[in-house]
């Protein structure tokens, strides 16, 4: 099924700094500079990010490009590419599939640099001062539940990348990134089915991953961007066709091993990583996941909310 252009997202005056070949663009803790030889290639993410606050300061965290490809590939079968500093971590991928790239690149920037942090492949949303951070492995509907709880009024704090850090007070916090989130395939239909009123960039058809687009973060995610908050629950999804909303106990050990496993940089920081991987857990009730119903999903983690929060299985 062939989604249309959601227009909604054009009809709004973007709020970003803009140069004639540049923009500036900031997200949580993390300021990016963007630049292109495309014009359309900057209108698009302009659009994505319009309710993000631009830059203030001269420095950037990552100075990352998005150009065409030149010579032959710039006209016939044109191609783009991504690149940090001039580094190109991935082949070249067709030209309208500009906006993908550039969040698979930028999420290629953060699992591999930002080492102030034990960077986790998951889902984290928040709700009355307490977050669930979902972590499975690729096609588990990961970004779909996160998308549902978000359209009902979780703060989203990442769909794809956890930021963990340890407070003053020695407890696991996840840094907010709060950038769109990335839904492939059918994914798109649910959630548009499931929210009338979720704001998507366009589709990019046939890329590697299917079809993709981007759901707008809620503007008051962003606005929140700055609130960092403590780790409650971790938990492991799976979407069965089909199957009932189950939440089962999980180990402590069990879901350190699996933690482990969807962590990008825990041989990077060494004992600093088990000790925060280990708080995670430690501090959070932790739970395997099946569902098929997003509504019925929602309404078990907002129980979750009556539950003391204890820490411990």
């Known amino acids: ?36 030889n495309s014009s359309k290639t900057l209108d698009c993410i302009r659009q994505l990010y319009a309710d993000y606050p631009e830059n203030e300061s001269d420095f950037f965290d990552f100075h990352v490009s998005i150009d065409s490809a030149q010579g032959i590939r710039r006209w016939y079968k044109p191609q783009i590419n991504f690149s940090l500093d001039g580094f190109k971590p991935f082949k070249p991928l067709p030209g309208d599939q500009a906006l993908p790239l550039f969040e698979w690149g930028m999420n290629w920037c953060v699992s591999n640099h930002c080492h102030d942090y034990l960077v986790v492949h998951a889902a984290v949303v928040e709700k009355q001062g307490r977050v669930l951070m979902l ?10 539940l996160c998308a549902g709880l978000v359209c009902r009024g979780w703060r989203l704090l990442s769909d794809e990348l956890a930021l963990v850090s340890m407070s003053d007070d020695g407890l696991v916090q996840v840094t907010p990134l709060g950038r769109p989130v990335c839904l492939k395939n059918q994914s798109l239909g649910v959630i548009r089915s499931f929210s009338q009123d979720s704001r998507f960039g366009p589709v990019c058809y046939d890329t590697v991953k299917g079809d993709v687009a981007h759901m707008l973060a809620p503007k008051e995610s962003i606005d929140r961007s700055q609130e960092l ?19 089962s106990p999980q180990g402590k050990a069990q879901s350190l091993l699996n933690l482990a496993k969807q962590s990008f940089n825990l041989n990077v920081l060494g ?3 088990y000790r925060l991987l280990n708080q995670s857990i430690t501090q959070s009730d932790c739970y395997d996941f099946q569902y098929s119903s997003l509504d019925d999903a929602v309404k078990l983690f907002d129980s979750l909310l009556h539950v003391p929060d204890t820490g411990k299985n």
């Open 1 to 36: 099924m062939r989604y249309p252009y959601d227009r909604s997202i054009s009809q709004r005056e973007p709020n970003l700094h803009a140069f004639p070949s540049a923009l500036s663009l900031k997200f949580g803790p993390l300021s990016v500079s963007v630049s292109s």
């Open 271 to 273: 004992e600093m990583g």
């Open 229 to 247: 908050a403590q780790l409650s629950w971790v938990v492991f999804p799976r979407y069965a066709p089909q199957a009932k909303s189950v939440l």
């Open 135 to 144: 972590s499975a492995p690729p096609g588990a509907g990961k970004s779909t």
